[in-house]
Structures are given as C-alpha cells and as structure tokens.
T-cell receptor, first 111, second 116 residues
Framework: NAGVTQTPKFRVLKTGQSMTLLCAQD?????MYWYRQDPGMGLRLIHY???????AKGEVPDGYNVSRLKKQNFLLGLESAAPSQTSVYFC??????????FGPGTRLTVL | AQKVTQAQTEISVVEKEDVTLDCVYE???????LFWYKQPPSGELVFLIR??????QNEISGRYSWNFQKSTSSFNFTITASQVVDSAVYFC?????????????FGQGTILTVHP
C-alpha cells in the first residue's frame, strides 16, 4: 500500500498562474481533506470531501477549488496563484470517525 | 467554535529528561475525539494517538503517555526519558464537526528539541 501520495512534491509558480495538486489514496477511505501549513499557524483545513462526488469548504477555502470525481483522488486547484498561497499543502484521508492519514506534502512557492 | 491551544511554542530539553506538552481545547460537543500528531524534521505528519471523550483513562505506550482530563479540557502528552529522535513539532487536534467527518482543528504546534 502506498497510503496517501501527493503530486508534485515541489512547485514554483508566478503570480497569476494556475496549477492542480493531486492527492491519491489506496486505502478505500471515504473522507479526504486538503490542509495548508504556514509557520506558527499549525494546519488549516482548505476543503474536504465526505465521499466521491462531494466537496465542502473548510476554514480557508478562498482562492482554491477542489474536485473528487473518483473516490481515490482529491484534486486541489489554484486558478490564479497569489504570493499568500505560498505554503506547504497536505492531503489526508480517513475512514469514518477515525484518525487521518497524511500525505508527504507539497511545497508551493508563488513568486 | 472549536479551538485548540498549545501554549508552549518551543521546548528545549536535554536527553533523558521527561517533557510534557500541553493541549487545551474548547468544544461544544458532548462526545468527541482528540488526537496527537508528530511532525519530524522530514516533514511528514505521523499519527500518535486518538482518544474518545468518554474514556478518561490515562494511556501509556512505551515512553509516551497521555493525560486526558475532561473537567479541565486538557489532553497533555508526556515523553519519558526523551531522546534526540523525539525532536519534532507536536500537534494536538480536535475534530471541528464533533465525531462527524473528522475535520481537524489543529493547535499551533509545539517545537520540541532534545539535545544530546
């Protein structure tokens, strides 16, 4: 089992560019999440999904969109990147009511 | 709203010392979970423990122990005889949707440095 994988691991964007981060899990988990981690602020929830075809906003959703067309994949999109979106992005998945399993993270820099 | 506070930003100890990391939470839920995660310098997030609010028994796992006190809304984590490999950022977390969905609210994290 690969667990939770994230693609890419690193990315540098210019302001205004777009990109998509891919999260994949092979544990058949229902729930998937996207967090961002900034220094001194812990992790903050961007969007989450409680099942295939569903998405919902988390604590800091502005500037991001998500899609969950397949149960195993959860995509995070930035339509027009801004320097404030420079962060480390973590994807996680979980079965019902249980601990979340995290991916290795994607380090994104927006210039 | 749910809130998790880790008042200790950084802790520095010498190897073999015991160290306790504090976590205080606020919740409107009567039944809930609490979690601790570890983030070593390599950056990944490692799950350590989950506790249910209806089980206030302290738990020990090797050098790790957890003290959950519902009356004071605290869920503290103690490392006994710390080792250099324990150096990491430790996060306390609480689902912001009660026991539903598992949307985690994280504390700010405590940076633990264990010196040889």
């Amino acid at each position: 089992n690969a667990g939770v994988t994230q693609t890419p691991k690193f990315r540098v964007l210019k302001t205004g560019q777009s990109m998509t981060l891919l999260c994949a899990q092979d544990m058949n988990h229902e729930y998937m999440y996207w967090y961002r981690q900034d220094p001194g602020m812990g992790l903050r929830l961007i969007h989450y999904s409680v099942g295939e075809g569903t998405t919902a906003k988390g604590e800091v959703p502005d500037g991001y969109n998500v899609s969950r067309l397949k149960k195993q994949n959860f995509l995070l999109g930035l339509e027009s990147a801004a320097p404030s979106q420079t962060s480390v992005y973590f994807c996680a998945s979980s079965p019902y009511y249980n601990e979340q399993f995290f991916g290795p993270g994607t380090r994104l820099t927006v210039l | 709203a749910q809130k998790v506070t880790q008042a200790q930003t950084e802790i520095s100890v010498v190897e073999k010392e015991d160290v306790t990391l504090d976590c205080v939470y606020e919740t409107r839920d009567t039944t809930y979970y609490l979690f601790w995660y570890k983030q070593p310098p390599s950056g990944e997030l490692v799950f350590l423990i989950r506790r249910n609010s209806f089980d206030e028994q302290n738990e020990i796992s090797g050098r790790y122990s957890w003290n959950f006190q519902k009356s004071t809304s605290s869920f503290n984590f103690t490392i006994t005889a710390s080792q250099v490999v324990d150096s990491a950022v430790y996060f306390c977390a609480h689902p912001s949707g009660g026991t539903s969905y598992g949307k985690l609210t994280f504390g700010q994290g405590t940076i633990l440095t264990v010196h040889p």
